[in-house]
């Protein structure tokens, strides 16, 4: 990932780009692309994880898959956020908010269990 953080660094400075990655447009860009990989399931697909064989969907999927990890990594470089590290933590937070014997086959919000 420190790859392509890089590259993306690179990217922008060649556009002079920087200027316009502001924690806020970072933030509001990843969930523009979030609610545009949820478009493409809006009415019909994305009930299996089969319908995702599809090819034409699988490529739009990929393309905003793509899109959110960009800004997502883009947003972790300005801000020096160690993405790593935040994402072990918050696995140890949920382990301890939903424990194996509470939530084991269950869809319950930790404060319901």
């Known amino acids: 990932?420190?790859?392509?953080?890089?590259?993306?660094?690179?990217?922008?400075?060649?556009?002079?780009?920087?200027?316009?990655?502001?924690?806020?447009?970072?933030?509001?860009?990843?969930?523009?692309?979030?609610?545009?990989?949820?478009?493409?399931?809006?009415w019909s697909q994305g009930n299996k994880w089969s319908d995702l064989k599809d090819k034409k969907i699988r490529i739009k999927v990929e393309e905003e898959l793509a899109d959110i990890l960009l800004y997502l990594l883009r947003f972790a470089?300005?801000?020096?956020?160690?993405?790593?590290?935040?994402?072990?933590?918050?696995?140890q937070l949920n382990a301890e908010k939903y424990p194996i014997e509470k939530s084991r086959g269950r869809d319950t919000k930790y404060t319901d269990l």
């Open 1 to 42: 990932m420190k790859a392509i953080s890089l590259k993306l660094r690179k990217f922008a400075k060649r556009r002079n780009w920087d200027q316009f990655h502001s924690p806020k447009n970072l933030a509001c860009s990843i969930c523009v692309e979030s609610s545009e990989l949820l478009e493409i399931f809006q």
């Open 77 to 91: 470089d300005k801000g020096k956020f160690d993405l790593a590290k935040a994402a072990n933590v918050k696995l």
